[in-house]
Nanobody, 118 residues
Framework: QVHLVESGGGLVQSGGSLRLSCAVSGTTLRTDTMGWYRQAPGKERELVATMTRRGTRNYADSVKGRFAISRVNAHDTAYLQMNNLKPEDTAVYYC????????????WGQGTQVTVSS
């Protein structure tokens, strides 16, 4: 059974930093795109950042210049470094892993809470 194991959430003051980690286990399938999405109370889930196996990164406008996504392909592990956090970044953050167009699949993590106090 495939699992996406997330860690690194927590409570931080405005202007602080957190680093989220996501590791894929339980499959030998190679992921193509790994990324992070978030959902705040009363809002829809939104994209935060994604990164392809080849290294192409995509960020939401609201986090550009503050967040950085990276990954270790050999371990199917992704990281999200979040700096200069703001109260509006408060949400549950979900890791996502997708296969390629030739081998499509998609998995979600259980979510990790990030709370930024003002």
């Amino acid at each position: 059974q495939v699992h996406l194991v997330e860690s690194g959430g927590g409570l931080v003051q405005s202007g602080g930093s957190l680093r989220l980690s996501c590791a894929v286990s339980g499959t030998t399938l190679r992921t193509d795109t790994m990324g992070w999405y978030r959902q705040a109370p009363g809002k829809e889930r939104e994209l935060v950042a994604t990164m392809t196996r080849r290294g192409t990164r995509n960020y939401a406008d609201s986090v550009k210049g503050r967040f950085a996504i990276s990954r270790v392909n050999a371990h199917d592990t992704a990281y999200l470094q979040m700096n200069n956090l703001k109260p509006e970044d408060t949400a549950v953050y979900y890791c996502n892993a997708k296969g390629s167009v030739y081998n499509p699949f998609e998995y979600w993590g259980q979510g990790t809470q990030v709370t930024v106090s003002s």
